[in-house]
Protein backbone atom coordinates (compact mmCIF):
# COMPACT_ATOMS: atom_id res chain seq x y z
CA UNK A 1 0.00 0.00 0.00
CA UNK A 2 1.95 3.03 -1.24
CA UNK A 3 1.54 5.86 0.47
CA UNK A 4 0.36 8.17 -2.59
CA UNK A 5 -2.59 4.91 -3.07
CA UNK A 6 -6.19 5.72 -2.77
CA UNK A 7 -6.06 2.97 -0.41
CA UNK A 8 -3.75 4.17 1.70
CA UNK A 9 -6.05 7.21 2.19
CA UNK A 10 -8.68 5.61 2.98
CA UNK A 11 -6.80 3.24 5.40
CA UNK A 12 -5.62 6.63 6.99
CA UNK A 13 -8.88 8.04 7.36
CA UNK A 14 -10.14 4.99 9.40
CA UNK A 15 -7.11 4.69 11.47
CA UNK A 16 -7.83 8.18 11.91
CA UNK A 17 -11.50 8.17 13.02
CA UNK A 18 -11.31 5.30 15.07
CA UNK A 19 -8.61 6.52 17.01
CA UNK A 20 -10.72 9.55 18.68
CA UNK A 21 -13.66 7.46 18.68
CA UNK A 22 -12.98 4.14 20.45
CA UNK A 23 -11.67 4.91 24.52
CA UNK A 24 -8.48 6.82 25.17
CA UNK A 25 -6.75 3.91 27.20
CA UNK A 26 -7.01 1.40 23.71
CA UNK A 27 -5.61 4.43 21.58
CA UNK A 28 -2.09 2.72 21.79
CA UNK A 29 -3.53 -0.89 20.67
CA UNK A 30 -5.59 0.55 17.44
CA UNK A 31 -2.03 1.79 16.44
CA UNK A 32 -0.60 -1.73 17.06
CA UNK A 33 -3.24 -3.19 15.19
CA UNK A 34 -3.35 -0.96 12.26
CA UNK A 35 0.30 -1.29 12.08
CA UNK A 36 0.51 -4.71 11.89
CA UNK A 37 -2.64 -4.53 9.23
CA UNK A 38 -0.73 -2.45 7.08
CA UNK A 39 2.59 -4.62 7.37
CA UNK A 40 1.10 -7.54 6.82
CA UNK A 41 -1.13 -6.26 3.83
CA UNK A 42 2.24 -6.18 1.71
CA UNK A 43 2.98 -9.73 2.49
CA UNK A 44 2.42 -11.98 5.51
CA UNK A 45 5.93 -13.37 4.93
CA UNK A 46 7.99 -10.65 6.25
CA UNK A 47 5.99 -10.21 9.39
CA UNK A 48 8.68 -12.82 10.64
CA UNK A 49 11.23 -10.67 10.23
CA UNK A 50 9.35 -7.62 11.89
CA UNK A 51 8.28 -10.39 14.79
CA UNK A 52 11.83 -11.74 14.84
CA UNK A 53 13.45 -8.34 15.61
CA UNK A 54 10.43 -7.29 17.66
CA UNK A 55 11.18 -10.37 20.05
CA UNK A 56 15.13 -10.73 20.47
CA UNK A 57 15.40 -7.07 21.00
CA UNK A 58 12.47 -7.09 23.20
CA UNK A 59 14.37 -10.02 25.30
CA UNK A 60 17.41 -8.84 25.16
CA UNK A 61 16.47 -5.69 27.10
CA UNK A 62 13.97 -7.31 29.60
CA UNK A 63 16.83 -9.55 30.75
CA UNK A 64 19.58 -6.35 30.64
CA UNK A 65 17.32 -4.56 33.06
CA UNK A 66 16.79 -8.05 35.19
CA UNK A 67 20.91 -8.03 35.42
CA UNK A 68 21.10 -4.30 36.44
CA UNK A 69 18.69 -5.19 39.68
CA UNK A 70 20.22 -8.58 40.23
CA UNK A 71 23.89 -7.93 39.80
CA UNK A 72 25.40 -5.66 42.35
CA UNK A 73 28.88 -6.16 41.43
CA UNK A 74 29.91 -3.79 38.50
CA UNK A 75 32.33 -4.96 36.57
CA UNK A 76 29.97 -8.68 36.16
CA UNK A 77 27.22 -6.48 35.84
CA UNK A 78 28.67 -4.64 32.87
CA UNK A 79 30.54 -7.91 31.39
CA UNK A 80 26.72 -9.64 31.38
CA UNK A 81 24.97 -6.87 30.42
CA UNK A 82 27.40 -6.87 27.42
CA UNK A 83 26.79 -10.47 26.46
CA UNK A 84 23.28 -9.79 25.93
CA UNK A 85 23.91 -6.83 23.55
CA UNK A 86 26.47 -8.41 21.70
CA UNK A 87 24.24 -11.57 20.97
CA UNK A 88 21.08 -9.40 20.30
CA UNK A 89 23.21 -7.58 17.72
CA UNK A 90 24.37 -10.37 16.22
CA UNK A 91 21.32 -11.79 15.90
CA UNK A 92 19.57 -8.86 14.04
CA UNK A 93 22.41 -7.19 12.11
CA UNK A 94 23.57 -10.72 11.01
CA UNK A 95 19.75 -11.02 9.79
CA UNK A 96 19.64 -7.64 7.94
CA UNK A 97 23.22 -8.64 6.36
CA UNK A 98 21.73 -11.84 5.15
CA UNK A 99 18.49 -10.26 3.62
CA UNK A 100 20.23 -7.47 1.90
CA UNK A 101 23.96 -8.10 1.14
CA UNK A 102 24.10 -12.17 0.75
CA UNK A 103 23.92 -12.16 -3.53
CA UNK A 104 26.39 -9.13 -2.98
CA UNK A 105 28.97 -11.30 -1.10
CA UNK A 106 28.44 -13.79 -3.57
CA UNK A 107 29.23 -11.74 -6.44
CA UNK A 108 31.97 -10.41 -5.48
CA UNK A 109 33.46 -14.17 -4.12
CA UNK A 110 33.03 -15.51 -7.72
CA UNK A 111 34.65 -12.52 -9.18
CA UNK A 112 37.39 -12.64 -7.23
CA UNK A 113 38.08 -16.90 -7.14
CA UNK A 114 36.61 -17.64 -9.92
CA UNK A 115 33.89 -19.70 -8.51
CA UNK A 116 30.41 -20.52 -9.98
CA UNK A 117 28.01 -20.14 -6.43
CA UNK A 118 24.05 -19.29 -7.42
CA UNK A 119 22.28 -16.36 -6.75
CA UNK A 120 19.89 -17.10 -3.66
CA UNK A 121 16.28 -15.83 -4.03
CA UNK A 122 16.01 -13.76 -0.77
CA UNK A 123 12.92 -11.45 -0.22
CA UNK A 124 14.33 -7.86 1.08
CA UNK A 125 11.37 -7.34 4.42
CA UNK A 126 10.20 -3.83 3.64
CA UNK A 127 11.62 -0.87 5.83
CA UNK A 128 13.95 -3.62 7.82
CA UNK A 129 16.74 -0.97 7.62
CA UNK A 130 14.59 1.48 9.30
CA UNK A 131 13.29 -0.65 11.87
CA UNK A 132 16.11 -2.74 12.44
CA UNK A 133 18.08 0.76 13.37
CA UNK A 134 15.23 2.11 15.46
CA UNK A 135 15.12 -1.44 17.68
CA UNK A 136 19.18 -1.89 17.94
CA UNK A 137 19.38 2.25 18.83
CA UNK A 138 16.71 1.34 21.75
CA UNK A 139 18.80 -1.99 22.81
CA UNK A 140 21.91 0.08 22.75
CA UNK A 141 20.02 3.05 25.15
CA UNK A 142 19.12 0.20 27.42
CA UNK A 143 22.67 -1.17 27.77
CA UNK A 144 24.03 2.23 28.31
CA UNK A 145 21.35 2.46 30.92
CA UNK A 146 19.95 6.16 29.34
CA UNK A 147 16.34 4.39 29.13
CA UNK A 148 14.53 1.56 31.34
CA UNK A 149 13.96 -1.46 29.34
CA UNK A 150 10.14 -1.49 27.92
CA UNK A 151 8.06 -4.42 29.86
CA UNK A 152 5.22 -4.59 27.79
CA UNK A 153 5.78 -6.54 24.49
CA UNK A 154 2.72 -5.30 22.66
CA UNK A 155 3.81 -1.76 23.66
CA UNK A 156 7.64 -2.20 22.58
CA UNK A 157 5.55 -3.84 19.80
CA UNK A 158 4.13 -0.75 18.23
CA UNK A 159 7.68 1.06 18.69
CA UNK A 160 9.19 -0.83 16.67
CA UNK A 161 6.31 -1.09 13.71
CA UNK A 162 4.45 1.93 14.09
CA UNK A 163 2.91 1.88 10.58
CA UNK A 164 3.32 5.52 9.11
CA UNK A 165 7.40 5.43 9.42
CA UNK A 166 8.25 1.53 9.48
CA UNK A 167 8.81 2.25 4.96
CA UNK A 168 11.29 5.11 5.09
CA UNK A 169 11.92 6.44 8.70
CA UNK A 170 12.35 8.45 10.16
CA UNK A 171 14.68 6.20 12.77
CA UNK A 172 12.91 7.33 15.86
CA UNK A 173 14.59 6.83 19.37
CA UNK A 174 12.80 5.20 22.60
CA UNK A 175 13.14 8.58 24.63
CA UNK A 176 11.27 10.84 22.38
CA UNK A 177 8.84 8.09 20.42
CA UNK A 178 7.79 5.58 22.71
CA UNK A 179 5.77 8.06 25.47
CA UNK A 180 3.88 9.65 22.29
CA UNK A 181 2.95 6.54 21.29
CA UNK A 182 1.61 5.37 23.87
CA UNK A 183 0.04 8.27 25.69
CA UNK A 184 -3.73 9.13 24.78
CA UNK A 185 -4.42 12.10 22.56
CA UNK A 186 -7.38 14.53 22.51
CA UNK A 187 -8.80 15.46 18.80
CA UNK A 188 -7.41 18.75 18.46
CA UNK A 189 -8.66 20.45 15.12
CA UNK A 190 -5.68 23.36 14.86
CA UNK A 191 -3.11 20.27 14.87
CA UNK A 192 -5.19 18.10 12.16
CA UNK A 193 -5.11 21.46 10.15
CA UNK A 194 -1.57 21.61 10.11
CA UNK A 195 -1.20 17.72 9.95
CA UNK A 196 -3.10 17.78 6.47
CA UNK A 197 -1.05 20.79 5.19
CA UNK A 198 2.02 18.76 5.83
CA UNK A 199 0.92 15.90 4.13
CA UNK A 200 -0.95 17.81 1.16
CA UNK A 201 3.05 19.97 0.97
CA UNK A 202 4.83 16.19 0.66
CA UNK A 203 2.31 15.12 -1.80
CA UNK A 204 3.51 18.18 -3.78
CA UNK A 205 7.21 17.56 -3.34
CA UNK A 206 6.75 13.41 -4.48
CA UNK A 207 3.89 13.76 -7.20
CA UNK A 208 4.67 17.44 -8.89
CA UNK A 209 8.23 17.68 -8.30
CA UNK A 210 9.84 14.26 -7.64
CA UNK A 211 7.83 11.87 -10.04
CA UNK A 212 7.74 14.81 -12.93
CA UNK A 213 11.45 15.22 -12.91
CA UNK A 214 12.28 11.79 -12.85
CA UNK A 215 11.30 10.76 -16.78
CA UNK A 216 14.43 12.62 -17.98
CA UNK A 217 16.48 11.27 -15.14
CA UNK A 218 15.59 7.82 -15.29
CA UNK A 219 16.12 8.28 -19.78
CA UNK A 220 19.74 9.96 -19.56
CA UNK A 221 20.63 7.65 -16.35
CA UNK A 222 19.48 4.72 -18.43
CA UNK A 223 20.98 5.45 -21.94
CA UNK A 224 23.71 7.95 -20.69
CA UNK A 225 26.10 6.98 -24.01
CA UNK A 226 23.19 9.02 -26.39
CA UNK A 227 23.74 12.20 -24.65
CA UNK A 228 25.91 15.21 -24.48
CA UNK A 229 27.37 16.43 -21.09
CA UNK A 230 24.65 19.16 -21.17
CA UNK A 231 21.92 16.44 -20.86
CA UNK A 232 23.37 14.60 -18.06
CA UNK A 233 24.14 17.70 -15.80
CA UNK A 234 20.27 18.32 -16.56
CA UNK A 235 19.62 14.92 -15.16
CA UNK A 236 21.67 14.90 -12.26
CA UNK A 237 20.46 18.17 -11.15
CA UNK A 238 16.85 16.75 -11.94
CA UNK A 239 18.00 13.88 -10.03
CA UNK A 240 19.07 16.27 -6.86
CA UNK A 241 15.64 17.73 -7.34
CA UNK A 242 13.65 14.34 -7.85
CA UNK A 243 15.72 12.57 -4.54
CA UNK A 244 14.86 15.51 -2.51
CA UNK A 245 11.46 15.75 -3.33
CA UNK A 246 10.88 12.15 -3.40
CA UNK A 247 12.82 11.52 0.14
CA UNK A 248 11.66 14.41 1.94
CA UNK A 249 7.86 14.70 0.61
CA UNK A 250 7.61 10.84 1.76
CA UNK A 251 9.28 12.24 5.40
CA UNK A 252 6.13 15.36 5.45
CA UNK A 253 3.63 12.78 4.64
CA UNK A 254 4.70 10.59 7.48
CA UNK A 255 5.18 13.56 9.43
CA UNK A 256 2.04 14.90 8.97
CA UNK A 257 -0.08 11.19 8.98
CA UNK A 258 1.89 10.81 13.28
CA UNK A 259 0.25 14.09 13.33
CA UNK A 260 -3.00 13.44 12.76
CA UNK A 261 -2.91 10.72 15.86
CA UNK A 262 -1.31 13.21 18.10
CA UNK A 263 2.73 11.66 17.38
CA UNK A 264 5.94 13.96 16.83
CA UNK A 265 8.51 12.36 14.54
CA UNK A 266 11.41 13.57 13.85
CA UNK A 267 12.43 15.56 11.63
CA UNK A 268 14.47 14.00 9.08
CA UNK A 269 15.33 17.03 6.29
CA UNK A 270 16.26 20.63 7.54
CA UNK A 271 16.50 22.27 4.05
CA UNK A 272 19.87 20.57 2.81
CA UNK A 273 20.50 22.40 -0.38
CA UNK A 274 21.23 25.43 2.06
CA UNK A 275 24.37 23.60 3.56
CA UNK A 276 27.42 25.26 3.89
CA UNK A 277 29.77 22.28 3.76
CA UNK A 278 29.27 18.55 3.23
CA UNK A 279 29.41 18.33 7.01
CA UNK A 280 26.62 20.86 7.58
CA UNK A 281 24.79 19.13 4.35
CA UNK A 282 24.38 15.36 6.77
CA UNK A 283 23.35 17.46 9.46
CA UNK A 284 20.29 18.65 6.55
CA UNK A 285 19.47 15.33 5.02
CA UNK A 286 18.60 12.32 6.26
CA UNK A 287 19.28 13.32 9.89
CA UNK A 288 17.97 10.80 11.97
CA UNK A 289 20.28 8.16 10.15
CA UNK A 290 23.16 10.73 10.64
CA UNK A 291 22.55 11.18 14.56
CA UNK A 292 22.01 7.66 14.96
CA UNK A 293 25.29 6.96 13.36
CA UNK A 294 26.54 9.31 15.52
CA UNK A 295 25.45 8.42 18.65
CA UNK A 296 25.72 4.51 17.63
CA UNK A 297 28.71 4.29 15.85
CA UNK A 298 31.09 7.14 15.55
CA UNK A 299 31.18 8.46 19.47
CA UNK A 300 31.62 4.86 20.54
CA UNK A 301 34.04 4.12 18.04
CA UNK A 302 36.41 7.16 18.62
CA UNK A 303 35.94 6.57 22.04
CA UNK A 304 37.54 3.07 21.85
CA UNK A 305 40.69 2.07 23.55
CA UNK A 306 41.71 1.19 20.12
CA UNK A 307 41.65 4.72 19.12
CA UNK A 308 42.73 6.04 22.23
CA UNK A 309 46.13 4.35 21.67
CA UNK A 310 46.11 5.55 17.75
CA UNK A 311 45.53 8.83 19.11
CA UNK A 312 48.24 8.91 21.61
CA UNK A 313 50.92 7.50 19.01
CA UNK A 314 49.71 9.91 16.51
CA UNK A 315 50.15 12.24 18.56
CA UNK A 316 53.56 11.59 19.01
CA UNK A 317 54.15 11.24 15.28
CA UNK A 318 52.30 14.71 14.03
CA UNK A 319 52.01 16.81 17.01
CA UNK A 320 48.82 17.48 19.09
CA UNK A 321 46.40 19.21 16.33
CA UNK A 322 46.63 16.53 13.38
CA UNK A 323 47.18 13.99 16.31
CA UNK A 324 44.15 14.10 17.97
CA UNK A 325 41.97 14.77 14.40
CA UNK A 326 44.01 11.71 13.06
CA UNK A 327 41.50 9.21 15.11
CA UNK A 328 38.32 10.89 14.54
CA UNK A 329 39.07 11.21 10.54
CA UNK A 330 39.08 7.53 10.80
CA UNK A 331 36.15 6.76 12.78
CA UNK A 332 34.78 8.78 10.06
CA UNK A 333 35.32 7.53 7.16
CA UNK A 334 34.89 3.94 8.73
CA UNK A 335 31.09 5.81 9.73
CA UNK A 336 30.15 6.88 6.04
CA UNK A 337 31.64 3.58 4.86
CA UNK A 338 28.83 2.10 6.79
CA UNK A 339 26.32 5.20 5.39
CA UNK A 340 27.39 3.89 2.02
CA UNK A 341 26.76 0.14 2.63
CA UNK A 342 23.36 0.99 4.61
CA UNK A 343 21.92 2.45 0.78
CA UNK A 344 22.52 -0.67 -0.84
CA UNK A 345 24.57 -3.65 -1.52
CA UNK A 346 26.60 -2.24 -4.74
CA UNK A 347 30.28 -0.58 -4.89
CA UNK A 348 28.83 2.52 -6.12
CA UNK A 349 26.92 2.93 -2.75
CA UNK A 350 30.16 2.47 -0.26
CA UNK A 351 31.86 4.94 -3.23
CA UNK A 352 29.04 7.02 -2.28
CA UNK A 353 29.89 6.85 1.22
CA UNK A 354 33.88 7.21 1.30
CA UNK A 355 33.35 10.15 -1.11
CA UNK A 356 31.51 12.27 1.55
CA UNK A 357 34.08 10.48 4.85
CA UNK A 358 36.77 11.36 2.82
CA UNK A 359 35.50 15.20 2.04
CA UNK A 360 34.65 15.70 6.16
CA UNK A 361 37.64 13.93 6.74
CA UNK A 362 40.11 16.43 5.04
CA UNK A 363 38.03 19.60 5.99
CA UNK A 364 38.77 18.48 9.75
CA UNK A 365 42.27 18.05 9.16
CA UNK A 366 42.96 20.98 7.14
CA UNK A 367 40.18 22.90 9.73
CA UNK A 368 43.54 24.93 11.59
CA UNK A 369 44.78 25.65 8.06
CA UNK A 370 41.42 26.75 6.63
CA UNK A 371 41.66 29.55 9.69
CA UNK A 372 44.77 30.98 8.94
CA UNK A 373 43.78 31.45 5.61
CA UNK A 374 40.35 33.29 5.81
CA UNK A 375 41.98 35.39 8.36
CA UNK A 376 44.77 35.84 6.40
CA UNK A 377 42.14 37.12 3.30
CA UNK A 378 40.30 39.09 5.77
CA UNK A 379 37.33 36.75 5.17
CA UNK A 380 34.17 37.81 6.66
CA UNK A 381 32.19 34.05 7.50
CA UNK A 382 28.26 36.14 8.31
CA UNK A 383 29.02 38.14 4.68
CA UNK A 384 26.25 37.02 2.61
CA UNK A 385 28.65 36.45 -0.38
CA UNK A 386 30.89 33.95 1.33
CA UNK A 387 27.89 32.13 2.34
CA UNK A 388 26.19 31.88 -0.87
CA UNK A 389 29.97 30.80 -2.40
CA UNK A 390 29.79 28.42 0.58
CA UNK A 391 26.57 26.46 -0.74
CA UNK A 392 27.44 26.57 -4.02
CA UNK A 393 30.68 24.48 -3.64
CA UNK A 394 28.68 22.22 -1.64
CA UNK A 395 25.60 22.02 -3.98
CA UNK A 396 28.64 20.90 -6.49
CA UNK A 397 29.76 18.45 -4.33
CA UNK A 398 26.59 16.74 -3.35
CA UNK A 399 25.86 16.87 -7.03
CA UNK A 400 29.16 14.44 -8.11
CA UNK A 401 28.37 12.50 -5.30
CA UNK A 402 24.89 12.08 -7.29
CA UNK A 403 26.46 10.55 -9.95
CA UNK A 404 27.86 7.21 -7.65
CA UNK A 405 23.95 7.59 -6.17
CA UNK A 406 21.98 7.31 -9.20
CA UNK A 407 24.22 5.60 -11.80
CA UNK A 408 23.94 1.49 -12.70
CA UNK A 409 27.62 1.16 -10.98
CA UNK A 410 30.77 2.43 -10.61
CA UNK A 411 31.83 2.70 -14.40
CA UNK A 412 28.92 4.08 -15.60
CA UNK A 413 29.37 6.68 -13.04
CA UNK A 414 32.63 7.52 -13.59
CA UNK A 415 31.99 6.97 -17.40
CA UNK A 416 29.09 9.93 -16.61
CA UNK A 417 31.62 12.17 -14.88
CA UNK A 418 34.00 11.94 -18.03
CA UNK A 419 31.15 12.65 -20.92
CA UNK A 420 30.11 15.83 -18.39
CA UNK A 421 34.08 16.81 -18.63
CA UNK A 422 34.38 16.00 -22.46
CA UNK A 423 31.75 16.65 -24.38
CA UNK A 424 29.65 19.81 -22.64
CA UNK A 425 27.91 22.03 -25.13
CA UNK A 426 26.73 25.40 -23.72
CA UNK A 427 24.73 25.51 -26.98
CA UNK A 428 22.49 22.06 -25.96
CA UNK A 429 20.91 24.25 -23.48
CA UNK A 430 19.12 26.50 -26.30
CA UNK A 431 19.21 24.14 -29.76
CA UNK A 432 16.42 22.20 -28.24
CA UNK A 433 18.66 18.86 -28.05
CA UNK A 434 17.21 18.85 -24.49
CA UNK A 435 13.81 18.23 -25.82
CA UNK A 436 13.93 14.44 -25.51
CA UNK A 437 11.56 12.71 -27.60
CA UNK A 438 11.65 9.50 -25.84
CA UNK A 439 10.21 11.14 -22.39
CA UNK A 440 6.42 12.17 -22.67
CA UNK A 441 5.26 16.01 -22.96
CA UNK A 442 8.95 16.36 -21.61
CA UNK A 443 8.43 20.58 -21.99
CA UNK A 444 6.18 20.57 -20.03
CA UNK A 445 7.86 18.60 -17.50
CA UNK A 446 10.75 21.30 -17.37
CA UNK A 447 8.05 24.17 -16.85
CA UNK A 448 6.18 22.16 -14.24
CA UNK A 449 9.29 20.87 -12.21
CA UNK A 450 10.89 24.54 -12.54
CA UNK A 451 7.46 25.82 -11.13
CA UNK A 452 7.62 23.17 -8.30
CA UNK A 453 11.19 24.27 -7.73
CA UNK A 454 10.43 28.50 -7.57
CA UNK A 455 7.44 27.91 -4.71
CA UNK A 456 10.03 25.20 -3.20
CA UNK A 457 12.63 27.67 -2.88
CA UNK A 458 10.75 29.77 -1.64
CA UNK A 459 9.53 28.22 1.38
CA UNK A 460 12.68 27.05 2.55
CA UNK A 461 14.07 30.41 2.33
CA UNK A 462 11.22 31.59 4.32
CA UNK A 463 12.18 28.71 6.46
CA UNK A 464 15.68 29.59 7.02
CA UNK A 465 14.57 32.68 8.21
CA UNK A 466 12.75 31.21 10.79
CA UNK A 467 9.35 31.49 9.50
CA UNK A 468 6.94 29.00 10.62
CA UNK A 469 5.24 28.18 7.19
CA UNK A 470 1.88 25.98 8.38
CA UNK A 471 0.69 28.26 11.61
CA UNK A 472 1.62 31.16 9.00
CA UNK A 473 -0.94 30.04 7.05
CA UNK A 474 -3.59 28.41 9.67
CA UNK A 475 -3.34 31.84 11.66
CA UNK A 476 -4.68 33.90 8.28
CA UNK A 477 -8.10 34.65 7.31
CA UNK A 478 -10.25 31.35 6.60
CA UNK A 479 -10.41 32.37 3.00
CA UNK A 480 -6.87 32.49 2.57
CA UNK A 481 -6.38 29.47 4.80
CA UNK A 482 -8.68 27.27 2.82
CA UNK A 483 -7.78 29.05 -1.23
CA UNK A 484 -4.43 27.60 -0.21
CA UNK A 485 -5.78 24.11 0.88
CA UNK A 486 -7.85 24.21 -2.40
CA UNK A 487 -4.31 25.02 -4.51
CA UNK A 488 -2.56 22.28 -3.37
CA UNK A 489 -5.36 19.86 -3.62
CA UNK A 490 -6.05 20.82 -7.11
CA UNK A 491 -2.27 21.53 -8.22
CA UNK A 492 -1.62 17.64 -7.28
CA UNK A 493 -3.86 15.92 -10.18
CA UNK A 494 -3.40 18.74 -12.54
CA UNK A 495 0.37 18.91 -12.25
CA UNK A 496 1.68 15.87 -10.48
CA UNK A 497 2.44 12.35 -11.84
CA UNK A 498 -0.74 9.70 -10.98
CA UNK A 499 1.00 7.50 -8.23
CA UNK A 500 0.97 4.50 -11.07
CA UNK A 501 3.18 6.31 -13.31
CA UNK A 502 5.07 8.02 -10.21
CA UNK A 503 6.13 4.76 -8.66
CA UNK A 504 7.25 4.32 -5.00
CA UNK A 505 9.07 6.05 -3.05
CA UNK A 506 12.90 5.72 -3.63
CA UNK A 507 14.35 4.80 0.11
CA UNK A 508 10.89 2.53 1.00
CA UNK A 509 13.51 0.36 -1.13
CA UNK A 510 15.97 -0.03 1.58
CA UNK B 1 38.93 26.16 34.40
CA UNK B 2 41.44 28.66 32.49
CA UNK B 3 43.24 25.05 31.63
CA UNK B 4 39.91 24.29 29.67
CA UNK B 5 39.15 27.57 28.43
CA UNK B 6 42.91 27.35 26.61
CA UNK B 7 42.01 23.97 25.50
CA UNK B 8 38.72 25.65 23.82
CA UNK B 9 40.34 28.07 22.13
CA UNK B 10 42.87 26.30 20.96
CA UNK B 11 40.13 23.71 19.36
CA UNK B 12 37.90 26.94 17.80
CA UNK B 13 39.28 30.42 18.67
CA UNK B 14 35.94 31.93 17.05
CA UNK B 15 33.62 31.91 20.30
CA UNK B 16 33.31 33.75 23.52
CA UNK B 17 33.46 30.54 26.18
CA UNK B 18 33.00 32.87 28.95
CA UNK B 19 29.07 33.27 28.20
CA UNK B 20 28.16 31.16 25.46
CA UNK B 21 25.67 28.68 27.07
CA UNK B 22 24.78 26.61 23.50
CA UNK B 23 27.72 25.48 22.19
CA UNK B 24 25.88 22.44 20.77
CA UNK B 25 21.89 23.78 21.03
CA UNK B 26 23.36 26.76 17.98
CA UNK B 27 25.72 23.56 16.19
CA UNK B 28 28.77 25.60 17.27
CA UNK B 29 30.58 22.69 18.17
CA UNK B 30 30.37 19.86 15.81
CA UNK B 31 31.22 16.22 16.21
CA UNK B 32 34.70 17.06 15.67
CA UNK B 33 35.41 19.37 17.81
CA UNK B 34 33.28 17.42 20.68
CA UNK B 35 35.68 14.95 19.87
CA UNK B 36 39.40 17.23 20.35
CA UNK B 37 37.82 18.26 23.27
CA UNK B 38 37.42 15.04 24.71
CA UNK B 39 40.86 13.70 23.71
CA UNK B 40 42.33 17.34 25.19
CA UNK B 41 40.31 16.66 28.34
CA UNK B 42 42.18 13.20 28.90
CA UNK B 43 45.32 14.28 28.50
CA UNK B 44 45.05 17.46 30.55
CA UNK B 45 42.58 16.02 33.59
CA UNK B 46 43.38 12.43 33.15
CA UNK B 47 39.75 11.89 32.90
CA UNK B 48 37.42 9.17 30.40
CA UNK B 49 34.76 10.57 28.45
CA UNK B 50 32.45 7.98 27.26
CA UNK B 51 29.68 8.04 24.64
CA UNK B 52 27.37 8.63 27.25
CA UNK B 53 28.51 11.36 28.97
CA UNK B 54 28.18 13.33 25.35
CA UNK B 55 24.85 15.35 26.19
CA UNK B 56 24.10 18.47 25.62
CA UNK B 57 23.81 19.04 29.12
CA UNK B 58 27.19 18.14 29.53
CA UNK B 59 28.55 20.32 26.16
CA UNK B 60 26.40 23.27 26.25
CA UNK B 61 28.71 25.88 27.70
CA UNK B 62 32.51 26.14 29.07
CA UNK B 63 30.99 25.46 32.87
CA UNK B 64 28.96 22.59 31.77
CA UNK B 65 32.21 21.02 30.26
CA UNK B 66 34.12 22.13 33.81
CA UNK B 67 31.02 20.40 36.05
CA UNK B 68 31.61 17.28 33.97
CA UNK B 69 35.40 17.26 34.30
CA UNK B 70 35.28 17.53 38.09
CA UNK B 71 32.68 14.88 38.56
CA UNK B 72 34.69 12.48 36.37
CA UNK B 73 37.63 13.28 38.37
CA UNK B 74 35.69 12.18 41.67
Not at chain 1, 5 to 12: D, K, L, P, Q, T
Not at chain 1, 159 to 174: A, D, E, K, Y
Not at chain 1, 218 to 238: K, M
Request: glycine letters at 8%; a neutral charge; charged letters at 15%.
Amino acid sequence: MSLTSFEFVIFVGAAVAGYYLIPKRFQWVWLLAFSYIYYAAASLKILFFLLFSTATTYLAGLLMDRIKEKQADREQRIKQKRRVVAAALVLNFGMLAVVKYTNFAIENINALLGSHLSFQTIILPLGISFYTFQSMGYLLDVYWEKVEAERNPFRFALFVSFFPQILQGPIGRFNRLAHQLYESHDFDWGRMERAFILILWGFFKKMVIADNAAGFVDEVFGNYGSYGGAAIVVAVLGYSVQLYGDFSGGMDVVRGIAELFGISLDENFRRPYFAVSITDFWHRWHITLGTWMKDYVFYPLSLSKMMGRFSKAAKKRFGKSIGRTLPICLANIIVFLLVGVWHGADWKFILYGLYNGLIIAFSGLMMQNYRKWKNLCHINEKAPLWKGFQIARTFLLVNISWYFDRAAGVGEAFDMMRITLTSFRLSDFWNGSLMLESVDLVALRFVIVGFGCILLFLVSLLQERGVKIREAITGRHVLIKYAVYLFLIFVLPALGQPPSAGGGFIYAQF
Amino acid sequence: MEKLIAILEDINPDVDYANCTTLIDDGILDSFAILSIVSELHDEFGVYVTPVDITPDNFNSAQALWDMVQRLQG
